[in-house]
Nanobody
Framework: QVQLVESGGGSVQAGGSLRLSCAAS????????MGWFRQAPGKEREGVAT????????RYADSVKGRFTISQDNAKNTLYLQMNSLKPEDTAIYYC????????????????????WGQGTQVTVSS
């Protein structure tokens, strides 16, 4: 049984930083694409960042480019999201997601067809 468990959320003032972690377990083969999504109250879930785990390709939503960095530690089966210069509009529940059997071209935060999801972690940014 695969499992994605997020941690690292919390409350921070605007301009601050947080680092989210996602521990993956139960996979016989590491998913080809992993990413972070977020959902703010009253809004649809949106993609934040993805990483093609068999290479180094990372992609970001325009709203977080230059502020967020996605990374992976294959030895620890852990995905990270370093969030700097946080803004109140970054307030949301952040979800870790994984997609198996995908090529690099289709590993993008613009896609919604991720099959595995974590339970989410709350990030609150106050002004």
């Amino acid at each position: 049984q695969v499992q994605l468990v997020e941690s690292g959320g919390g409350s921070v003032q605007a301009g601050g930083s947080l680092r989210l972690s996602c521990a993956a377990s139960g996979y016989t083969t590491r998913p080809g694409c992993m990413g972070w999504f977020r959902q703010a109250p009253g809004k649809e879930r949106e993609g934040v960042a993805t990483v093609y785990t068999r290479g180094t390709t990372t992609r970001y939503a325009d709203s977080v480019k230059g502020r967020f960095t996605i990374s992976q530690d294959n030895a620890k089966n852990t995905l990270y999201l370093q969030m700097n210069s946080l803004k109140p509009e970054d307030t949301a529940i952040y979800y870790c997601a994984a997609r198996r059997g995908v090529s690099e071209f289709f590993c993008s935060p613009g896609r919604k067809d991720f099959g595995d999801w974590g339970q989410g972690t709350q990030v609150t940014v106050s002004s």
